[in-house]
């Protein structure tokens, strides 16, 4: 049994797609053995309905430190599902080739310091490019630099809004994501 950690910083949208995949086999022989979350919010609440050890760790210069205070011994995976504090040198080093994120833009494009949520969005739709998407990488110690796992592309029309774009790049994302983790658990039935 694999076990995997899952760290989120907002609605968890993407964290329910996982506990979906995993209940329904798609992510077999693995299991979330515990969520953290570094501030507030409805992610916590999801791990909680499904039972699933969560925990806040306040965001802040300790958060790495106090994290790997709360891991288990065994880890097999860190999820990074909408997850906004940066994770420091110390503990990419410590956990390398374990951690993944995912982003919503076609990485390299429209990634590193500043690109996250709307802000991706809003500046692909500036761009006028004519298509996006999400990418799920390795997390290593330059932001959105790691070695590109899956990819997702949608379509970006002239109507679009960074709003509609946003919600069209969580579909794909929820396509990609238990994927990833499958192949990156390299799991079989
Ligand atoms: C996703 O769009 C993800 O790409 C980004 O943060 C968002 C998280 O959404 N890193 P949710 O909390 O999973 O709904």
Redesign the pocket.
Known sequence: MKNIIVL??????????IIDSIDHGEIPNAKISLVVADRE???LTRAENHKIPNLLIKRGKDFCENLEKHLPEKVDLIV?????SIITQDFVQKYEGKII?????LLPKFGGKGM??MH?HHAVIEAKETESG??VHYVTAGIDEGEIILQGKVPVSETDTPESL?EK??QV?YEIFPKAIKRVLQVSE
């Open positions: 989120v910083s907002g609605g968890g949208t993407n964290l329910q797609r919010c409805y992610g990074l599902a909408g997850f906004l994120n995912i982003h919503p833009s996250w949520g991706v999400a990418t946003a790049i969580h994302e």
